[in-house]
Protein backbone atom coordinates (compact mmCIF):
# COMPACT_ATOMS: atom_id res chain seq x y z
CA UNK A 1 0.00 0.00 0.00
CA UNK A 2 2.85 2.48 0.65
CA UNK A 3 4.91 1.65 -2.21
CA UNK A 4 1.76 2.67 -4.40
CA UNK A 5 1.52 5.96 -2.47
CA UNK A 6 4.86 6.77 -3.30
CA UNK A 7 4.57 5.51 -6.86
CA UNK A 8 1.39 7.58 -6.95
CA UNK A 9 3.27 10.52 -5.91
CA UNK A 10 5.47 10.27 -8.59
CA UNK A 11 3.40 9.91 -11.38
CA UNK A 12 1.13 12.87 -10.49
CA UNK A 13 4.55 15.00 -9.61
CA UNK A 14 5.63 14.05 -12.84
CA UNK A 15 2.88 14.59 -14.63
CA UNK A 16 2.00 18.23 -13.01
CA UNK A 17 5.54 19.08 -14.14
CA UNK A 18 4.97 17.98 -17.50
CA UNK A 19 1.98 20.10 -17.56
CA UNK A 20 3.83 23.41 -16.46
CA UNK A 21 6.94 23.23 -18.22
CA UNK A 22 4.36 22.48 -21.34
CA UNK A 23 2.67 26.09 -20.62
CA UNK A 24 5.53 27.40 -19.65
CA UNK A 25 7.45 26.88 -23.28
CA UNK A 26 3.61 27.86 -24.98
CA UNK A 27 3.87 30.95 -22.86
CA UNK A 28 7.80 32.13 -24.16
CA UNK A 29 6.22 30.81 -27.55
CA UNK A 30 3.08 32.79 -27.59
CA UNK A 31 5.27 35.84 -25.85
CA UNK A 32 8.24 35.81 -28.59
CA UNK A 33 5.94 35.43 -31.91
CA UNK A 34 4.22 38.61 -30.82
CA UNK A 35 7.42 40.87 -29.56
CA UNK A 36 9.63 43.02 -31.88
CA UNK A 37 12.03 40.60 -31.30
CA UNK A 38 10.06 37.41 -33.53
CA UNK A 39 10.66 33.67 -32.21
CA UNK A 40 14.54 33.25 -33.27
CA UNK A 41 15.87 35.92 -31.56
CA UNK A 42 13.79 35.11 -28.70
CA UNK A 43 15.24 31.36 -28.80
CA UNK A 44 19.07 33.06 -29.82
CA UNK A 45 18.72 35.21 -26.83
CA UNK A 46 17.25 32.65 -24.21
CA UNK A 47 20.43 30.73 -25.68
CA UNK A 48 23.09 33.44 -24.89
CA UNK A 49 21.35 33.84 -21.29
CA UNK A 50 21.81 30.21 -20.43
CA UNK A 51 25.13 30.14 -21.78
CA UNK A 52 26.06 33.28 -19.91
CA UNK A 53 24.62 31.91 -16.34
CA UNK A 54 26.39 28.50 -16.93
CA UNK A 55 29.54 29.88 -17.58
CA UNK A 56 29.26 32.49 -15.08
CA UNK A 57 28.49 29.79 -12.52
CA UNK A 58 31.61 28.49 -13.36
CA UNK A 59 33.78 31.28 -11.69
CA UNK A 60 34.57 31.37 -8.64
CA UNK A 61 32.71 34.68 -7.23
CA UNK A 62 31.32 34.39 -4.05
CA UNK A 63 28.06 37.03 -4.36
CA UNK A 64 26.94 36.01 -8.09
CA UNK A 65 23.58 35.83 -6.12
CA UNK A 66 24.00 39.78 -6.40
CA UNK A 67 24.53 39.54 -10.51
CA UNK A 68 21.26 40.71 -12.54
CA UNK A 69 21.78 39.63 -16.20
CA UNK A 70 19.42 40.45 -19.13
CA UNK A 71 19.99 39.63 -22.83
CA UNK A 72 17.88 41.70 -25.47
CA UNK A 73 18.94 40.91 -29.65
CA UNK A 74 21.87 39.86 -28.40
CA UNK A 75 22.65 43.09 -26.24
CA UNK A 76 23.53 41.79 -22.20
CA UNK A 77 22.75 44.06 -19.87
CA UNK A 78 24.74 43.54 -16.56
CA UNK A 79 23.56 44.80 -13.10
CA UNK A 80 24.54 44.69 -9.58
CA UNK A 81 27.37 44.97 -7.11
CA UNK A 82 30.70 42.64 -6.43
CA UNK A 83 33.58 43.54 -3.98
CA UNK A 84 36.04 44.01 -6.25
CA UNK A 85 37.11 45.11 -10.16
CA UNK A 86 38.70 41.75 -10.98
CA UNK A 87 35.38 40.23 -10.03
CA UNK A 88 33.72 42.28 -12.49
CA UNK A 89 36.76 42.43 -15.11
CA UNK A 90 36.48 37.78 -15.13
CA UNK A 91 32.29 38.40 -15.49
CA UNK A 92 32.63 40.93 -18.18
CA UNK A 93 35.22 38.67 -20.04
CA UNK A 94 33.05 35.60 -19.27
CA UNK A 95 30.05 37.42 -21.21
CA UNK A 96 31.95 38.34 -24.00
CA UNK A 97 33.00 34.93 -24.88
CA UNK A 98 29.47 33.47 -25.27
CA UNK A 99 28.93 33.56 -28.99
CA UNK A 100 26.32 35.57 -30.38
CA UNK A 101 26.99 38.64 -27.56
CA UNK A 102 26.98 42.16 -29.71
CA UNK A 103 27.08 44.13 -27.01
CA UNK A 104 27.69 44.35 -23.23
CA UNK A 105 26.44 47.13 -20.86
CA UNK A 106 28.60 46.61 -18.26
CA UNK A 107 26.51 48.25 -14.84
CA UNK A 108 28.13 46.40 -11.90
CA UNK A 109 29.37 48.36 -8.97
CA UNK A 110 31.88 47.71 -6.40
CA UNK A 111 31.38 47.65 -2.83
CA UNK A 112 29.52 45.60 -0.41
CA UNK A 113 26.22 47.91 0.39
CA UNK A 114 23.87 45.43 -1.34
CA UNK A 115 21.34 44.54 1.52
CA UNK A 116 19.11 42.16 2.03
CA UNK A 117 16.68 45.34 3.28
CA UNK A 118 17.21 46.61 0.13
CA UNK A 119 16.77 43.79 -2.46
CA UNK A 120 13.43 43.44 -0.82
CA UNK A 121 12.69 47.07 -1.95
CA UNK A 122 13.76 46.81 -4.96
CA UNK A 123 11.85 43.63 -5.67
CA UNK A 124 8.53 45.45 -4.83
CA UNK A 125 9.35 48.42 -6.68
CA UNK A 126 9.87 46.24 -9.53
CA UNK A 127 6.78 44.69 -9.19
CA UNK A 128 5.01 47.82 -9.03
CA UNK A 129 6.49 49.77 -11.87
CA UNK A 130 5.70 45.99 -13.69
CA UNK A 131 1.94 46.24 -13.08
CA UNK A 132 1.77 50.16 -13.87
CA UNK A 133 3.62 49.36 -17.34
CA UNK A 134 1.29 46.01 -18.43
CA UNK A 135 -2.03 48.01 -17.95
CA UNK A 136 -0.75 50.87 -20.09
CA UNK A 137 -2.28 50.42 -23.80
CA UNK A 138 0.92 52.51 -25.30
CA UNK A 139 3.41 50.49 -23.97
CA UNK A 140 3.49 47.09 -24.90
CA UNK A 141 5.85 45.25 -22.38
CA UNK A 142 6.91 42.27 -24.18
CA UNK A 143 9.21 44.29 -25.86
CA UNK A 144 11.04 45.53 -22.49
CA UNK A 145 12.87 44.00 -19.66
CA UNK A 146 13.52 45.87 -16.34
CA UNK A 147 15.30 45.32 -13.56
CA UNK A 148 15.77 47.47 -10.38
CA UNK A 149 18.99 47.76 -8.33
CA UNK A 150 19.30 50.10 -5.46
CA UNK A 151 16.07 52.04 -6.01
CA UNK A 152 17.66 52.74 -10.09
CA UNK A 153 15.73 51.04 -12.58
CA UNK A 154 17.33 49.87 -15.57
CA UNK A 155 15.60 49.20 -18.81
CA UNK A 156 16.54 47.33 -22.05
CA UNK A 157 14.54 46.02 -25.39
CA UNK A 158 12.55 47.57 -28.41
CA UNK A 159 10.42 49.86 -28.74
CA UNK A 160 7.88 50.08 -32.04
CA UNK A 161 8.03 53.48 -31.80
CA UNK A 162 9.67 57.06 -30.36
CA UNK A 163 6.07 57.41 -28.98
CA UNK A 164 6.45 54.13 -26.99
CA UNK A 165 9.88 55.00 -25.75
CA UNK A 166 9.29 58.29 -24.20
CA UNK A 167 5.76 57.06 -22.71
CA UNK A 168 7.61 54.40 -21.37
CA UNK A 169 10.44 56.41 -19.83
CA UNK A 170 7.98 58.90 -18.52
CA UNK A 171 6.04 56.45 -16.54
CA UNK A 172 8.94 54.74 -14.27
CA UNK A 173 10.66 58.32 -14.18
CA UNK A 174 7.52 59.86 -12.23
CA UNK A 175 7.29 56.62 -9.86
CA UNK A 176 7.88 56.93 -6.56
CA UNK A 177 11.14 55.10 -5.01
CA UNK A 178 12.86 55.72 -8.39
CA UNK A 179 16.19 57.08 -7.71
CA UNK A 180 16.99 57.28 -11.64
CA UNK A 181 16.74 55.67 -14.97
CA UNK A 182 19.02 54.38 -17.09
CA UNK A 183 17.94 52.94 -20.52
CA UNK A 184 19.11 50.55 -23.34
CA UNK A 185 15.78 50.74 -25.34
CA UNK A 186 16.44 50.87 -29.18
CA UNK A 187 13.94 51.15 -31.95
CA UNK A 188 12.02 49.06 -33.87
CA UNK A 189 14.33 45.49 -35.88
CA UNK A 190 15.94 47.46 -38.16
CA UNK A 191 18.72 48.69 -35.70
CA UNK A 192 19.71 44.98 -35.03
CA UNK A 193 20.32 43.90 -39.14
CA UNK A 194 24.20 44.37 -38.60
Known amino acids: MKIKKIILSLVCSCYLLSSCMGSSITSIAGNAATSERGINTTIDDTFIYTKIKANLLRLSIKNLANVNVTVSNGRVLLIGELKNNEERLKIVKE ?3 VKGVKEVYNELMIGNNYSVMQK ?13 LLFDSKIYTNNFSLEVFDSVVYLIGISRNLEENQKIEQNIKEFSGVKKL ?12 D
Open 120 to 132: TKDLWLSSKIKTI
Open 95 to 97: VWK
Open 182 to 193: ISFIKQSKEDFN
